[in-house]
């Protein structure tokens, strides 16, 4: 399984285009265009998979808790993700309730902290195999709380990993979340490139 593909999402990625250093709003901004950029690409897949429809010609609004959707009312799920350097997309292929996409740079500032939080839980204890774990366990968390389509506390204290799988020979691991609603979703994260990234299955 690519990074870019996933059992039940169609799953894409962009990277933004060149934005001044210390400039966070044209990074933010750049960030955003890469997410739409990278669903653009994801509606060609999914119509090239599964066909022609409504909704793919439909704007993306957001719901009252900020989650996007197709203002369609036959729309799949969808989620979308941007932080330096990298955009995301996912569209729920049929049949597929749910669709949840996170990345984040692989030296993101915050990885400490997540390591810290993690010790206290006992998540640190699972059986990672590599120094990006800190990483994994965020983008797995987030990307099950777009799955969810309802905020979490700021930390993602109230979701819980609950096991991880042995990674593949090409960097994916399985991780298996317990989310703030009390769901077990199931979240695949993999390192590419300069970035960890996830996506439910």
């Known amino acids: 399984m690519r990074a ?30 890469a997410s739409r950029a990278a669903l653009a690409e994801a509606i060609e897949a999914w119509r090239a998979a599964f066909g022609d ?20 009312p036959e729309s799949p799920p969808i989620a979308l993700a941007h932080t330096a350097g990298l955009g995301g997309a996912a569209i729920a292929m049929p049949g597929v309730r749910a669709a949840g996409i996170d990345a984040e740079p692989v030296d993101a500032p915050g990885a400490h902290a997540l390591r810290r939080l ?29 799955a969810e389509r309802a905020p979490a506390d700021l930390l993602g ?10 990674a593949t020979a090409s960097g994916e691991q399985r991780v298996h979340v317990r989310s703030h609603l009390g769901n ?16 439910t299955e």
Do not use: M, N
């Open 4 to 33: 870019d593909a996933a059992p039940s999402l169609v799953v894409r990625w962009s990277v933004p285009a060149p934005t001044a250093p210390g400039d966070l709003r044209a990074r933010r901004a750049a960030g955003r265009l």
């Open 53 to 72: 429809a409504p909704w793919q010609r439909a704007p993306v609004v957001h719901d009252a808790a900020g989650a996007p959707r197709f203002d369609h």
């Open 118 to 146: 993690a010790e206290g839980t006992g998540e640190a204890a699972l059986a990672w195999g590599d120094a990006h774990w800190p990483l994994r366990l965020w983008c797995a968390k987030e990307a099950a709380v777009k």
């Open 157 to 166: 204290r109230s979701l819980r990993i609950e096991g991880v799988e042995q």
């Open 184 to 199: 077990a979703i199931s979240v695949c994260t993999a390192v590419a490139g300069a970035h960890v990234r996830a996506w």
